[in-house]
């Protein structure tokens, strides 16, 4: 297996670098697969930073994000949520699909964001809690065409003023990426998969297709060639058949594609 270390093609760490040294937090837009997690570890890891990751849903309560009373043996305590944490800490907070919070949530994350950087624990003490001066927030949105994502208010948005946009990397180093992670794939055959991949995000993008393919699916694609799986096979496996929930005709689509790359 190659080297695994992250493969910055669009300078995303100088820019993430340049945010922390002046105190400006940063959000990353872009849909999913596009590596946006894995460039956040990848700046904790160069900058020995700890990391605390909240992964938004519609069922993510402020609880959540501040902390919750609990009763032990008659006692009643309090156990800081990941914000509290962090923001005593120092440590940088990862805010993964902010858009998918619900507004009470946002509100009480905006709470922490805005210039003081501070939050009351009404929920407990009424404790202000001052953020760390090395206390850095990343968050990541999903654009709006996503399932279960909704627009930011523009006061919470105005809080991220370094906007990073990360899409699909360009064909040559998606296929540099996915080299990292094979070592016996022949890559005539891992640049058709990445052409396909590309095919499909393009009709996703245009809404003539119901699913956009991540780079951990040329990746998947990329080790089953590794494996000496047939590339019409290792396609039809990672991307075909997906489109199958979607019915026989839009999995026609996508095997007449595949088809046209791959051969009969």
């Known amino acids: 297996m190659s080297d695994l270390s992250y493969l910055d093609w669009n300078n995303s760490i100088q820019t993430l670098s340049k945010a922390y040294d002046s105190g400006l937090f940063v959000i990353i837009i872009g849909p999913k697969g596009t590596g946006k997690t894995s460039l956040v570890r990848e700046f904790a890891r160069i900058n020995d930073k700890k990391l605390e990751s909240i992964n938004f849903s519609l069922r993510t309560r402020e609880s959540h994000l501040v902390g919750t009373k609990t009763l032990t043996n008659g006692t009643v305590s309090f156990d800081e949520g990941l914000l509290v944490k962090s923001m005593r800490e120092g440590s940088l907070l990862y805010l993964d699909e902010i858009n998918s919070a619900e507004a009470d ?15 009351v624990l009404k929920e407990s003490t009424g404790e202000t809690i001052q953020a760390n001066e090395k206390w850095f927030v990343v968050a990541t949105i999903n654009p709006l065409t996503h399932s ?10 105005s809080r991220f003023p370094v906007r990073i946009s990360l899409e699909y990397p360009p064909e040559d180093v998606e296929l540099k990426i996915v080299k990292k992670y094979v070592s016996e794939a022949d890559e005539s055959e891992l640049v058709q998969g990445i052409k396909l991949a590309n095919l499909l995000r393009q009709a996703a993008a245009v809404e003539e297709l119901f699913y956009s393919p991540s780079l951990r699916e040329t990746i998947a694609f990329g080790k089953l060639l590794d494996n000496k799986m047939s590339p019409k096979e290792a396609a039809t496996i990672v991307f075909g058949n997906v489109y199958t929930q979607w019915g026989n005709i839009e999995y026609q689509k996508v095997k007449d594609i595949i088809t046209s790359l791959f051969g009969n």
């Open 105 to 119: 949530v946002l509100l009480r994350l905006d709470e922490a964001l805005d210039d003081r950087r501070q939050i």
């Open 148 to 157: 279960g994502t909704k627009e930011l208010p523009p006061q919470l948005l």
